[in-house]
Each structure stands twice: as C-alpha cells, then as structure tokens.
C-alpha cells in the first residue's frame, strides 16, 4: 500500500513539473476539443513609511512640530483598498473624534519626562482608479500602479516644559480591505 502512495505522489509530481495536470482529456478519433485557461492576479501593492520624523522646536509656541509623507503604489482589485494608519506611538495610540487624528506619548531621554502628541494623516485609504468607495469622507486617494501617492502627515507636541531628547516609535499597520464601490462608468 505504501509502495502505491508513493507512486501516485511520484507521478503527480512528473505531471505538474511537465505542465500537464492531472485531470488531462484524453481523444482517439479527429475533431477539436476545449481547454480552458485560467490566470489568477492578485491585488499587489508597495508601502512607503518614512524612517524618521525629526520634530522642530518653537520657543515661540512652546511646542514641537515635525511632517512625515506616506506613500502607496500598486495594483489592486477593483473591489479592495490599502489602508495605512498610524497605530501606536510608545503606547497604542487613541483616536480622535472621527478618527482624524491620534494621541500618543514620547518620552526624555534623561528627565523621563511624558510629552503627549498629536499625529494627524490627511488620507488613509488609496483605492484603485475606476472606481470609488460607496461611503466618500474625504480620506481616500486614487492609487497609481507605477508612482507613489502620498499622503501628509503631522506629528505636534503638545507644550514642552524640559528641556530634553525626546524620542518614541511610531509604528504604522497596513493591509488590504475589500470595500463595497460604486462605478464612475
């Protein structure tokens, strides 16, 4: 029994290597025949995530301030979209009224001291073209196969009271989504 297994896997793998299946029609006399083709592409896509965010000092407001740009290409399925958001920053970040901004901590270096921050991201939604999301809140952008589009970001402390390096890990998540469209056409 072990001995015929190991030959059926044998001869299942001799067939896939030679571009032949399995399930092969079989004719004897003259005619024509029907094969069918079939290629499966997937949604692919490209995520740029920036490697830092240098944040700038105003003694005038007493803040901090620093820009990020995040950027997708790609090529995706009509029906699905990559989304990109900022989810955690030393801790997880918390989301603010509609979700249009985040709040999250950085910490000194040598005083310990908290900062609580502000990371706001104009989009975070790219979708393909052709098509648009039955639900339209401003948060999404055209993706383009070949170039990356971009959305701005912002990171802002809130007031500075040491003078000190701050610094913290803000760690973005991305992913597919299937979403429900309507068609431009």
Request: charged share 15%.
């Amino acid at each position: 029994m072990r001995n015929r297994i190991l030959a059926a896997l044998l001869t299942a793998a001799m067939l896939l290597q030679g571009g032949m299946t399995a399930a092969a029609q079989e004719y004897t006399t003259e005619g024509t025949a029907e094969c069918k083709i079939s290629c499966q592409v997937n949604s692919s896509y490209t995520v740029s995530i920036p490697a830092t965010v240098g944040l700038t000092y105003s003694v005038d407001a007493g803040t901090a301030t620093g820009s990020f740009q995040v950027g997708v290409k790609g090529d995706l399925l009509l029906n699905q979209m990559v989304q990109v958001e900022p989810t955690r920053l030393t801790n997880e970040l918390t989301s603010g009224i509609g979700g249009d901004f985040y709040d999250g901590t950085i910490a000194g270096e040598k005083t310990g001291t908290v900062l609580s921050v502000t990371v706001n991201m104009e989009k975070s939604r790219w979708y393909p073209g052709g098509t648009t999301p039955l639900f339209d809140m401003g948060e999404y952008v055209e993706i383009s196969a070949t170039e990356y589009v971009y959305a701005a970001g912002t990171v802002t402390t809130r007031e500075v009271k040491a003078a000190d390096t701050y610094t913290g890990t803000l760690v973005f998540t991305f992913g597919l989504e299937d979403y429900e469209k309507k068609s431009t056409l």
